[in-house]
């Protein structure tokens, strides 16, 4: 603990920002792999806005169980429900297959 007190701040906030931008950058890259489909950025999109959104409004948490009371487990959470309940790849955003019109005779 000594040695970090004995770092400048400018150090830390140095080491704090390459530490969370190589976090950012292999989730990117997870993302990357899985394949950038509409349904994949649907899903990354709706979680990152949502736990970025909480931060900025710290009073929403106060509703929430105390487990939900991180911006990253509501991030979370509203991506393994989306990934359940969004429809698959094939029929996400694709119109509906009309069925073929009878002949009127």
Known sequence: AEVFNSLPQAVLGGCT??????????GFQMIAEAGFTQRNITIAALSLTIGIGFTQVS???TQFPALFQQSIAVAFVVAVILNAVLPSEEHFLSAPKEAPAADAE
């Open 17 to 26: 920002i390459m530490m969370f931008g190589n976090i950012i950058l292999s």
């Open 59 to 61: 009073d929403i948490f």
